[in-house]
T-cell receptor, first 112, second 115 residues
Framework: SQQGEEDPQALSIQEGENATMNCSYK?????LQWYRQNSGRGLVHLIL?????REKHSGRLRVTLDTSKKSSSLLITASRAADTASYFC????????????FGQGTRLTINP | DVKVTQSSRYLVKRTGEKVFLECVQD?????MFWYRQDPGLGLRLIYF???????EKGDIPEGYSVSREKKERFSLILESASTNQTSMYLC??????????????FGEGSWLTVV
């Protein structure tokens, strides 16, 4: 079963608006990461938040983590057309091998 | 910059052919991974390797094998390609140890079509 599940599956907003994507997971984690994928390309790491952190910022990105609810959110502020991509959360599980488990992603479209 | 290079960007193979997908990383990473990505299914781990000559099955290893003879190179092998293996294949690498956060660096992907 999927460890990380993103919500919504697709999101379309106007340039300049904020975009929020959510990720839920099932088991305890060491950290949670967000990746971005432009169409037909590989994934690029955006930001990592550890299990003992609640919020993290990087430029226009803000990530929150609520371990009691087993959920995370990625906020992109002042969106740009170039932010159009798919965004994936990935969880590093406490139990098991050192490998990330990816969700199915949120497809974000920024309309100019 | 970390570079993970996949040798072929687009391939078309026939059913039953043996297919090799090659991946090379230049950051001396111990960990290497092969994922496949399909619409609606996200990324699924096929195999991973912690070190030279070591390999472990991921979530969907059936129909695949891997080879890691050198630290920088990790090959994915489809012994007898089938149409249900048409997909995008992503290679990745990372440093070991959770202190590094296990951030993964991906290649650009290989689009395989089996006809």
């Amino acid at each position: 079963s999927q460890q990380g599940e993103e919500d919504p599956q697709a999101l379309s907003i106007q340039e300049g608006e904020n975009a929020t994507m959510n990720c839920s997971y099932k088991t305890s984690i060491n950290n949670l990461q967000w990746y971005r994928q432009n169409s037909g390309r590989g994934l690029v790491h955006l930001i990592l938040i550890r299990s003992n952190e609640r919020e993290k910022h990087s430029g226009r990105l803000r990530v929150t983590l609520d371990t009691s609810k087993k959920s995370s959110s990625l906020l992109i502020t002042a969106s740009r057309a170039a932010d159009t991509a798919s965004y994936f959360c990935a969880t590093d599980l406490i139990q098991g091998a050192q490998k990330l488990v990816f969700g199915q992603g949120t497809r974000l479209t920024i309309n100019p | 910059d970390v570079k993970v290079t996949q040798s072929s960007r687009y391939l078309v193979k026939r059913t039953g052919e043996k297919v090799f997908l090659e991946c090379v990383q230049d950051m001396d990473h111990e960990n290497m991974f092969w994922y496949r990505q399909d619409p609606g299914l996200g990324l699924r781990l096929i195999y991973f390797s912690y070190d030279v000559k070591m390999k472990e099955k991921g979530d969907i290893p059936e129909g695949y094998s891997v080879s890691r003879e050198k630290k920088e190179r990790f090959s994915l092998i489809l012994e007898s390609a089938s149409t249900n293996q048409t997909s995008m294949y992503l290679c990745a690498s990372s440093f070991p140890g959770r202190s590094s956060g296990n951030t993964i660096y991906f290649g650009e992907g290989s689009w395989l079509t089996v006809v």
